[in-house]
């Protein structure tokens, strides 16, 4: 079966940098957008960054953009978020997710495949 793990969160001071990992299996992915959501405590999930597995065309959420970038690494089968300058308002459960479609922007409705989450947190 597909699984999505991921790796690499942590505590951190704000302005300093952390980088997830997520290791796909259990299919291939070509055709999928992979991507990253966020849920902090009492808000609701909100999309961070979606990467197109073919052609490795980025989108991220404009809360992020400059600062978080989201590859892949098809040898590998693996996706990472990258973030730097990070902010106390940052601290929350990461999620990688798979979702068959082309588009970038993801919706966590149309989400095929969520992994387990890492937690981030960010101290002032």
């Known amino acids: 079966q597909v699984q999505l793990v991921e790796s690499g969160g942590g505590l951190v001071q704000a302005g300093g940098s952390l980088r997830l990992s997520c290791a796909a299996s259990?299919?291939?992915?070509?055709?999928?957008?992979m991507g990253w959501f966020r849920q902090a405590p009492g808000k609701e999930r909100e999309f961070v960054a979606g990467?197109?597995?073919?052609?490795?065309?980025?989108y991220h959420a404009d809360s992020v953009k400059g600062r978080f970038t989201i590859s892949r690494d098809n040898a590998k089968n693996t996706v990472s978020l990258q973030m730097n300058s990070l902010k106390p308002e940052d601290t929350a459960v990461y999620y990688c997710?798979?979702?068959?479609?082309?588009?970038?922007?993801?919706?966590?409705?149309?989400?095929?495949?969520w992994g387990q989450g890492t937690q981030v947190t960010v101290s002032s």
């Open positions: 990467i197109s597995w073919n052609t490795g065309f980025t």
């Open positions: 259990g299919r291939t992915f070509s055709g999928y957008a």
């Open positions: 997710v798979a979702v068959s479609t082309y588009r970038l922007k993801l919706s966590a409705d149309i989400v095929d495949y």
